[in-house]
C-alpha cells in the first residue's frame, strides 16, 4: 500500500517562529503537493514539486517555501509562522503521467494532516 | 482557484437511502475524481472518470460526468453510516498540469443509523 506520512499531527506553534512541516512518500512518485484546508473554502494549493529540487507555486504560497532534496521527502516551512497561518495542513503524492506509469492519470495519495495552531 | 464546486454542501440522510452529490466546474479537464475524508484525516481517492467517459461504476459508487454541462455527479447507494464523511471532487486538466488537481469545497455528508 502506498503510504504518505506526516512529521505531525497536531502541532502549536507561536507567531514569529519558523515552522517546518515534513513529509514522506515509499511509492517513489515524482509529484508532491502541499495543500491547506480551511473550513468553507476546501482544499487550495500552497506549493507542488514534480522532481527532485524542482517546485511550482500553486494558488497561495505567500508566507510559504518549500524544499524537495530528495524524491520521497517533500517540506513545507513558515518563513515566520501568522496566525493566519493556522490551518490544516495535509501533503499528498502522485505519479507524474506520460512515463510508463501514465496509466494513473494522477491519482493522489494524502498523508493523515497536521493541524498547525499558531497562536 | 477552486474550480469544482459541490452541490449540496451538506446532505444528511437515513441509513439504506440512496445519496447524491454533485460537481460543477469551469475548464476543460482531463479527468474528474471523487475523493472521501473522514473527520480530521486526509483523503482517500474513491473513483476516476476519463473526460471520454460518461460513467463509471465501483461497488457501491456510480459517477456520471457530463463534458457539455462541466458537471459530474457521485451517487452512494444503499448508504451506511460508515459513508458519514465529507466528499471532495477534483478535477485534472491534463497537459503540462504535472497532475495538479483543483478541488471543490466538499459535501458533508451524515448518514444516520
Known amino acids: 500500500d502506498v503510504k504518505v506520512t506526516q512529521s505531525s499531527r497536531y502541532l502549536v506553534k507561536r507567531t514569529g517562529e519558523k515552522v517546518f512541516l515534513e513529509c514522506v512518500q515509499d511509492m517513489d512518485h515524482e509529484n508532491m503537493f502541499w495543500y491547506r484546508q480551511d473550513p468553507g473554502l476546501g482544499l487550495r494549493l500552497i506549493y507542488f514539486s514534480y522532481d527532485v529540487k524542482m517546485k511550482e507555486k500553486g494558488d497561495i504560497p505567500e508566507g510559504y517555501s518549500v524544499s524537495r532534496e530528495k524524491k520521497e521527502r517533500f517540506s513545507l516551512i513558515l518563513e515566520s509562522a501568522s496566525t493566519n497561518q493556522t490551518s490544516m495542513y495535509l501533503c499528498?503524492?502522485?505519479?507524474?503521467?506520460?512515463?510508463?506509469?501514465?496509466?494513473?492519470?494522477?491519482?493522489?495519495?494524502f498523508g493523515p494532516g497536521t493541524r498547525l495552531t499558531v497562536t | 482557484s477552486q474550480q469544482g464546486e459541490e452541490d449540496p454542501q451538506a446532505l444528511s440522510i437515513q441509513e439504506g437511502e440512496n445519496a447524491t452529490m454533485n460537481c460543477s466546474y469551469k475548464?476543460?479537464?482531463?479527468?474528474l475524481q471523487w475523493y472521501r475524508q473522514n473527520s480530521g484525516r486526509g483523503l482517500v481517492h474513491l473513483i476516476l472518470i476519463r473526460s471520454n467517459e460518461r460513467e463509471k461504476h465501483s461497488g457501491r459508487l456510480r459517477v456520471t460526468l457530463d463534458t457539455s454541462k462541466k458537471s459530474s455527479s457521485l451517487l452512494i447507494t444503499a448508504s451506511r453510516a460508515a459513508d458519514t464523511a465529507s466528499y471532495f471532487c477534483?478535477?485534472?486538466?491534463?497537459?503540462?498540469?504535472?497532475?495538479?488537481?483543483?478541488f471543490g469545497q466538499g459535501t458533508i455528508l451524515t448518514v444516520h443509523p
Open positions: 475548464t476543460s479537464i482531463n479527468n
Open positions: 499528498a503524492s502522485s505519479f507524474l503521467a506520460g512515463g510508463e506509469r501514465a496509466g494513473d492519470l494522477y491519482e493522489q495519495y
Open positions: 477534483a478535477t485534472n486538466a491534463g497537459g503540462t498540469s504535472y497532475g495538479k488537481l483543483t
